[in-house]
């Protein structure tokens, strides 16, 4: 019989062995068998290698639940024995005072001992967690931009916050409990055999039942577990862009529309709701009843022993069976639900492994250097460069730019002028060919230089909330009120913040949706200024700036000194006619280039733009 | 059990449920209490070695009763009660929804998305709470609770009165724990929000972090967070493992204190009528067992009724919130609107702003008329078009449509009559094919690729990896702002309304796609009103009238033409955009 109920134990505990679930940066990768074993591997010496961190700690955790199981174990059979002293006709009290005193110690005990053990743990837990996190974002913030492209943010706070969180639990409570749980049921099980062993076979009988019962349970819980997971996320991603996007649906007029296709959802969210209280509601009444069940079953064997052996048998017999079915069932029943916060928490351990795992695309080479200052010599060399595979969106393109040059790229949206831009900062690296700053090839500096010293203004203006100044030092407490003032005015933002009522500490909302498009331009614009570049990099930086302001904000970055080269990307003409050099790129070539005049005269792609919007300009003049 | 103003109705409209619920909850509670009484019988049979099979026999009957009582009930009640709380939850939710459609933009204005957010899980949580684990631990606390206790005084008053002692000190210093363990958990949960919130900015703002190399910072940053967050969560342990640790020392406490008096009492009442005997012990005992599940009941129960309470604010303010732009009582319907716009002499502020956006504007905009709009960063621009949609109010007698009030017609009607195309292009996470057909109950791939042709995006779309199929969500982050700028715009040209607002809708765009689209204006939306905002003067150049503006004022109103030969404002812009000729 024992062996039949260690037998289910462990087949439990092999049915439990975690599904596997795939969290690596791309989900729909299909990733092999082989694959799958390695990343198991991966995860649980990264989880071991963490809780080396710890491991006095945990030791020390371990041998006090060993003892607070023991303890546990004892209880009963002092109310039992309590039980049977109190049925005889002669009752000796002085035992009695004993068994008293004893459970009296045996609690303050436990007591002390349940308080610094979960203590331990937790901080423990706490710490190693702490750590996780930190490597987990430093790690996240290392990756390159097209690396973190590839996963939606969402997905990467998931990954700081909460994933880290489910190991936490995971440390402090979940395998704790689960090896307390499965030690209390040996505790038990052997407790009982010792005491009676006819009696305690006969308990034995419900047991493979309540272990059938979990497992068909937990399997049909985790699919609707999972249901329920995928209800509440679609009711809330539905939630969170319908509040960003409700101007839009009344301006549309759609709100029916709307309110139906949220009530779907929200309807689909209930039923899987229904579907798992009805689950629930078997599941558990079950247990219940065979809990109760096996209390009958005692009564009646027990009872009848009693009768046939004459009362030589005593009343604490029960006493005692009935308290230990009771510590048999509650970890029978928790054992279930605990396998399924651990699986959850090893399937947060493996997205957390693969995080870890993951090698930035970007890194400085060994003997990457710093400088001070860049010239802003720019030179490209035979570049052939592709986001995927032999998907070329450069196709030996080279040219060359002299310091202190003002240089535009013109071109079809993809035809390749932004990636251009980003090459120079080395958000990618370029698979043929060589790009050189002042004479070096890009990957000898290292990257955080390279960053520094080219200021970017990027097609998409971010900022972030808190206030104007904020956005503009991000955090760089060497940039003075004095600069930052000074680039404001440099840009022409200094009217639009002179007349809020806090002015350069106006509160920025999140994204910066407080301002118009073209003040977030401003303040961004602001930002780059501040920084001190030696190069500048201008990508549409203007396009939703009126012309005035950018004509001045052009005059202004001529004035400025430390600005060596100027790259900018531009649909308006009129914003780079006055170029050194017109670059025109078509499909990844470049197929002509020189000043505004020269172009013209050429009478190529770039005539044919020019005579576009010119003829917009002036058909009626 | 929660009650108020958005939610009494619950209990009415869900009244089978809950009638069913209640009352398998109170026969779960009576049955549950008749298993001590059939142990304390049995132990008290063996004592006096008077148990027979008969006897024996009766008590399993009992028992078997018991368990088939125990299933139905436990059963019911948790089909009924849960699916209360979840039908609640639902209901509420929906209806929340429905409000949120329907407010003005100065309630967004005030309400971040995070904190709308959190309306709807975390305030609805612990509301649904409230309606299904709240009716539980009220039935469990007092009835059962009562019930149980009830039995103890029968059995002996004294020892119950001394066993309650712990109960009370319990329930003292549960209350100031729990206190103090509410604060420190609201003080975790807000580190954790603001971990959340700065890795949010931190991953969405990275391309600015890198491009300016502030990892280093950020990383600063996010220690003194994370310290934070780790410190709080201590902090909450500590004192909620405390509370954990006393619960179970004093409930244990209370049996070694029924047996101690129990054994006292044995003795004493020995050979009397009245005799305590040791199964009336045992019997105690389970009776306490019972009772520790209705302490933890009233003791959570008090902590779920103030956060529901709490919630329920939270959540009333929305369903009450007053909805300021609607319909006029008075409203005037007319059937067929041309679009003639007319506004005279408006001056608007934003609600709640000192200085107004608009000053003293008059225009008419005739049906069919291709009008631009240009002026400075900050000017108005944006603002003006938006009040042709009626987002915000307007003063009444200064915006007319068809010569009616545009505060006098109907909503739905003056939007019908305006498809625009909005700054920002924010996209819904669906189909592209959806985005298109925003407007329309449903739209064919036909359609959608005739609207996408004049908006000058087929091209593109044809290219992505599912086409019209393309998930907006999956490519988000690789869609260009042009490309959004172009579905944003094929959206509103499906709308087919007699208006077309354009805000700044081609500045991402490159010079021979715009010169499609100008194509597709002037000659497939001839009939048209287009209202088109741009920062590019040959942009608006070929329109009929263009509107200057500066500071939240026209400045002039007339062709480019005009404008060029009379506003010096006018010309200083074009000769600034004016593009050098070449040689020929």
Redesign the interface.
């Known amino acids: 019989m024992i062996i039949v109920i260690l037998l289910v134990i462990v087949w439990t505990i092999i049915c439990i062995k975690p599904k596997k679930y795939h969290f690596i940066l791309d989900e729909n990768a299909k990733v092999s068998k082989e694959k799958t074993k390695k990343l198991e591997k991966g995860v649980y010496k990264l989880l071991l290698k963490y809780s080396k961190l710890q491991l006095d700690k945990f030791v020390v955790a371990f041998f006090m639940m060993i003892v607070a199981v023991g303890i546990n174990l004892v209880t009963p059979l002092l109310l039992g024995s309590a039980t049977t002293l109190l049925s005889r006709e002669i009752i000796d009290v002085k035992k009695i005072i004993i068994i008293v005193v004893a459970y009296l110690i045996i609690l303050i005990v436990a007591c002390v001992i349940q308080y610094y053990q979960s203590i331990i743990l937790a901080k423990a837990g706490d710490k190693i967690i702490y750590q996780m996190r930190e490597d987990v974002f430093i790690k996240l913030e290392g990756l390159s931009i097209d690396q973190l492209n590839k996963t939606p943010v969402g997905k990467l706070v998931t990954r700081v916050t909460s994933d880290t969180n489910a190991l936490n639990d995971m440390y402090t409570s979940t395998i704790v409990n689960l090896i307390r749980n499965v030690l209390t049921i040996v505790g038990v099980v052997v407790s009982m055999l010792l005491v009676n062993v006819r009696l305690a076979l006969w308990v034995f009988v419900s047991t493979p039942v309540v272990a059938i019962l979990s497992i068909i349970f937990r399997k049909l819980a985790r699919k609707i577990y999972r249901k329920v997971r995928k209800g509440i996320t679609s009711v809330n991603t539905s939630l969170s862009e319908n509040i960003s996007g409700v101007k839009l649906t009344q301006i549309f007029n759609q709100e029916t529309k709307q309110i139906d296709s949220f009530k779907k959802v929200n309807n689909d969210l209930k039923s899987s709701y229904s579907k798992q209280i009805l689950l629930f509601g078997i599941f558990r009444p079950s247990i219940y009843a065979v809990y109760v069940l096996t209390i009958s079953l005692l009564f009646y064997v027990a009872g009848n022993d009693i009768i046939n052996s004459n009362f030589a048998l005593e009343s604490g017999l029960i006493v005692i069976f009935y308290s230990y079915i009771e510590k048999l069932f509650t970890p029978i029943q928790n054992l279930a639900e605990q396998f399924n916060v651990l699986q959850s928490a090893l399937a947060a351990g493996e997205r957390i492994y693969e995080v870890l795992n993951t090698k930035p695309d970007l890194v400085d080479a060994e003997d990457a250097f710093e400088v001070d200052y860049l010239k802003g010599d720019i030179e490209f060399r035979h570049v052939w460069f592709a986001y995927e595979d032999e998907d070329w969106i450069l196709k030996d393109v080279s040219f060359k730019i002299k310091a202190k040059e003002t240089v535009a790229f013109v071109g079809a949206t993809g035809s390749g002028k932004t990636t251009i831009l980003s090459l120079i900062v080395r958000n990618y690296d370029i698979q043929k060919g060589q790009i050189l700053i002042d004479g070096i090839d890009i990957k000898k500096y290292k990257i955080a230089c390279l960053r520094k010293h080219i200021g970017q203004m990027l097609q998409d203006v971010f900022l972030f909330s808190g206030t104007i100044k904020s956005n503009i030092t991000l955090r760089s407490e060497e940039i003075s009120d004095f600069v930052i003032e000074e680039s404001c005015k440099f840009v022409n933002a200094d009217k639009v913040i002179n007349k809020l009522p806090n002015q350069y500490d106006e509160v920025v909302r999140e994204r910066g949706k407080n301002f118009s498009s073209g003040e977030r331009q401003l303040i961004s614009f602001a930002r780059v200024v501040s920084h001190k570049p030696n190069i500048m990099i201008l990508d549409e930086a203007t396009s939703n700036i009126d012309t005035e302001t950018e004509s001045l904000i052009q005059d202004s970055l001529k004035k400025m000194m430390n600005i060596g080269t100027m790259l900018i990307v531009a649909h308006r003409l009129s914003t780079i006619q006055h170029s050194d050099k017109i670059i025109v790129l078509k499909k990844g070539q470049i197929i002509e280039s020189g000043t505004h005049l020269e172009l013209l005269a050429k009478k190529g792609y770039y005539y044919s733009l020019y005579q576009i919007q010119y003829k917009n300009e002036n058909n009626e003049i | 059990m929660l009650f108020g103003k958005n939610v009494n109705r619950y209990y009415f409209k869900y009244f089978h449920l809950l009638i069913v619920g209640v009352f398998s909850l109170l026969l779960v509670d009576y049955i549950q209490l008749l ?1 001590p009484e ?2 304390g019988n ?2 008290d049979l ?2 006096s ?1 008077t ?3 008969e006897s ?1 026999f009766e ?2 009957y009992n ?2 009763f ?2 088939l009582c ?2 139905t009930g ?2 019911l009640w ?2 009924a009660v ?2 209360f709380g ?2 609640v939850e ?1 209901n509420l ?2 209806r929340m ?2 409000k ?4 003005a ?1 100065d309630y ?1 204005q005030i309400h ?3 904190a ?2 959190a309306l ?2 975390n305030d609805l949580m612990s509301i649904k709470n409230c309606f299904s684990d709240g009716i539980i631990m009220v039935i469990d606390a007092f009835f059962l609770g009562g019930l149980a206790i009830y039995k103890m005084i029968k059995l002996n008053l004294l020892m119950t009165a001394i066993s309650s002692i712990p109960l009370v000190l319990l329930g003292i210093s549960g209350g100031i724990i729990g206190k103090a363990i509410d604060r420190r958990f609201d003080a975790r949960q807000r580190a ?1 929000e603001k ?2 919130d700065f ?17 280093r ?3 600063r ?3 003194k967070i ?2 934070n967050f ?1 410190d709080k ?2 902090s909450f ?2 004192f909620a ?2 509370l ?2 006393l619960f ?2 004093l409930i ?2 209370v ?2 204190i029924i ?2 008096y ?2 006292h009492l ?2 004493s009442t ?1 050979g009397t009528d009245s005799a305590f005997t ?2 009336e ?2 019997q105690f ?1 389970s009776y306490f067992g019972l009772l520790t599940w209705p302490a933890i009941a009233l003791a959570n129960l008090i902590n779920i009724h103030s956060q529901g309470r709490a919630s329920l604010k939270r959540i009333n303010e929305l369903l009450n919130y007053h909805v300021s732009v609607k319909d006029a009582k008075d409203c005037v319907k007319k059937d067929n609107l041309e679009g003639l716009i007319e506004c005279k002499n408006l001056t608007f502020r934003y609600p709640g702003a ?1 200085n107004p956006s608009l000053q003293n504007i008059s225009f008419t905009i005739k049906p069919g008329e291709k009008i631009g709009i ?5 000017c108005g621009k ?1 603002t003006l078009v938006d009040l042709l ?1 009626r ?1 915000y109010n307007v003063d009444e007698n200064h915006l007319f449509i068809d010569g009616i009030d545009i505060m006098k017609l109907p909503i ?1 009607q003056v ?2 009559l ?3 195309v ?3 292009n ?1 996209l ?2 669906d189909t592209v094919l959806n985005n298109i057909g ?2 329309k ?1 449903s739209i064919s791939l036909e359609e959608a690729i005739k609207y996408a042709t004049y908006a000058c995006v087929d091209d ?1 779309i044809q290219e992505f990896p599912h086409q019209y199929d393309t998930m907006i ?1 999956e490519r ?3 869609l ?4 959004k700028q172009r579905i944003s715009m094929a959206r509103a040209i499906a ?1 087919d309304a007699k208006i077309l607002i354009l805000d ?1 809708s081609v ?9 499609n689209i ?1 194509d597709t204006i002037h000659h497939q939306f001839k009939n048209k009103t287009i209202i088109m905002i741009a ?5 608006i ?2 329109l009929d009238r263009i509107i200057l503006m500066d500071n939240g004022k026209i400045v002039a109103i007339g ?3 005009e404008l ?1 030969k009379n506003i010096p404002m006018y010309r ?3 000769n ?9």
């Open positions: 298993i059939n142990y049995l132990i063996i004592s070695k148990l027979t099979s024996l008590i399993i028992m078997l018991i368990t125990m299933f436990r059963f948790r089909i849960l699916n979840v039908r639902t939710r929906e929804f429905i949120m459609e329907s407010l933009q967004f971040k998305t995070g709308q957010m709807y899980t954790f971990m959340s890795t949010q900015e931190n991953f969405s703002g990275i391309a600015v972090i890198k491009a300016f190399v502030k990892e910072l950020e990383l940053e996010f220690v994370n310290k780790s969560n201590v342990i500590k493992v405390l954990d640790v179970t020392t244990s406490s049996t070694v047996i101690g129990g054994t044995i003795i020995n040791s199964g012990l045992i005992i000192e240009i002026g400075k960063t900050g944006t949609t987002i739905k939007r019908d305006i498809a625009y909005p700054q920002d924010f819904f996470n925003f407007s109950k593109n969500g988000g982050v690789s260009s702002g042009g490309q709308k700044d500045s991402a765009v490159d010079t021979k796609t715009e010169a100008l920062h590019r003067v040959s942009t150049a070929s062709s480019n033409d060029y200083d812009i074009v600034l955009q004016h593009l050098e000729r070449g040689e020929d």
